[in-house]
C-alpha cells in the first residue's frame, strides 16, 4: 500500500509540474504577442474590378517595427463579404507568407479577418492581395454599373496614410455613390474601421463581362508535323442583363492559327 502511495504521489506531481510548464509556455507566448510593437506608416489601398467583374483587392502595408516584432499580422474587411471571398496571397519582394482565413479580427465581432503569418521574420513591406467574386457589381440593361465594396482594410492598429485607389476600365465616369472620387486619401485611420461601400459609374464599351467560368476542358495534341495543338472549350454563365457579344481570350506569346467555333 505504501508502495502504491507513493507511486500515485510521483505520478501527481509530475503531472502538476507538467501543467504547470504548459501553462507558463502559453504564458510566455502570450505575453511575446502583446509586447510585439510596431505601428503602421501607411497603406495604399486598391480596389480594382477586372474583365470578368472580379473585383482584386490589393493592400500594400509599410510597417514601423519600433520594439519587438511582430510574429503575424492581421487584416480585413467587413463580415459582409465573407461569401465573396474566393483567394488571398500575402507576398513581399523575397518571400509568400502562410495565410490562414476567415480568422477573428481580435476579440472584434463583425469583422473577416485574415492572419498573415511570418516564419522567418517580419517584413517592413507586406502587399496582401484579395480576389472577391463579381457577385459584388450589378450590370443592367443600360451602361450602368453598381459596385459594393470595402474601401478601407479593417486592421487591429491605426493607420498613419491610407491611400484609396478604385481602378475602373478606361472610360467609366463617377456616377454617384458612398464615395465621392475613384481615388483619395485618409489620414488617421482607425483601427478596426468598418466600412461598406457603393458606387455607381457609367462605361459605354462592352470592356466587362459579368460571367463565371462554369466549366473548362482543355486537350492537348501532338500532330503529324510535331506540334502541339491545344483546344479549350467553355462553359459560361452570363451574369448580366445584356447579352455577352464576345469574350477575350489571352493566348500563350508563341500561339498561332488561333480558330474559334
Not at 107 to 116: D, L, Q, S, T
Amino acid at each position: 500500500m505504501k508502495k502504491a502511495a507513493l507511486a500515485f504521489t510521483i505520478l501527481m506531481v509530475v503531472m502538476a509540474i507538467f501543467v504547470s510548464t504548459a501553462f507558463n509556455i502559453k504564458l510566455v507566448k502570450a505575453a511575446n504577442d502583446e509586447n510585439a510593437d510596431y505601428n503602421i506608416e501607411h497603406v495604399n489601398h486598391t480596389i480594382e474590378v477586372l474583365y470578368n467583374g472580379y473585383v482584386l483587392i490589393n493592400d500594400t502595408v509599410r510597417i514601423n517595427i519600433t520594439g519587438q516584432a511582430p510574429s503575424d499580422f492581421l487584416i480585413g474587411f467587413p463580415y459582409v463579404y465573407n461569401s465573396h471571398v474566393l483567394r488571398c496571397i500575402a507576398y513581399n519582394d523575397s518571400d509568400v507568407f502562410p495565410v490562414s482565413l476567415n480568422v477573428p479580427l481580435e476579440n472584434r465581432v463583425g469583422f473577416y479577418g485574415v492572419k498573415i503569418n511570418f516564419p522567418r521574420g517580419a517584413p517592413q513591406v507586406l502587399t496582401v492581395v484579395f480576389v472577391l467574386s463579381n457577385d459584388l457589381i450589378i450590370h443592367n440593361e443600360t451602361s450602368y454599373y453598381y459596385l459594393n465594396f470595402p474601401v478601407f482594410p479593417s486592421l487591429t492598429k491605426p493607420v498613419a496614410v491610407c491611400n484609396v485607389s478604385v481602378v475602373l476600365p478606361e472610360g467609366a465616369l463617377y456616377f454617384g455613390g458612398t464615395v465621392g472620387a475613384f481615388n483619395h486619401s485618409v489620414e488617421n485611420l482607425p483601427a478596426f474601421t468598418y466600412n461598406a461601400s457603393q458606387v455607381t459609374f457609367y462605361l459605354a464599351d462592352e470592356k466587362i463581362q459579368v460571367v463565371d467560368m462554369e466549366e473548362l476542358k482543355r486537350e492537348i495534341r501532338l500532330n503529324e508535323f510535331g506540334a502541339l495543338e491545344g483546344s479549350d472549350t467553355y462553359r459560361i454563365k452570363n451574369k448580366a442583363q445584356l447579352e455577352v457579344s464576345f469574350m477575350e481570350v489571352i493566348l500563350p506569346s508563341n500561339a498561332s492559327n488561333p480558330t474559334a467555333m
